[in-house]
């Protein structure tokens, strides 16, 4: 969000032109994007080792880090990109972003409402045994 409004409506158009004006542009507005990509990775890593520790089935953590995994790949590539000063690749980088953080958002989602619906599901079976 930060940086679509940096580009879109602070800047529009403008982009920095040299290496330094980017290594700048991207440790401020980008920066928090970094940070959030790094930490839904550590977050869904850590909950998916602690899965697999337990010996616990489930697709859900697994599919939330792939989405967390594309997600800091994309915001890579972003930097890569914009640090050799292409810019192009832009959009596609920052959409797969957000698709990536939709995926791990929606999987984490689903995973809440799987298991709130079997915590009401369990009273009933009892009643019925």
Known sequence: MLDAVW???LNPGIEPTTTG????HLSTVHLPLYIGAASVVVSTSKALLRQISRFAPGITLPI???GAVLSA???TWHAYSHLRLE???APVAGSL???GFLVVVIAIS???WARRHRATDTPNERRDT
């Open 7 to 9: 580009h879109g409506l």
């Open 73 to 75: 790949a994309a915001e």
């Open 87 to 89: 810019t192009q690749s």
């Open 21 to 24: 004006q980017m290594i700048t």
């Open 64 to 66: 939330a880090f792939a």
């Open 110 to 112: 689903r995973s809440g």
């Open 97 to 99: 972003s957000f698709i």
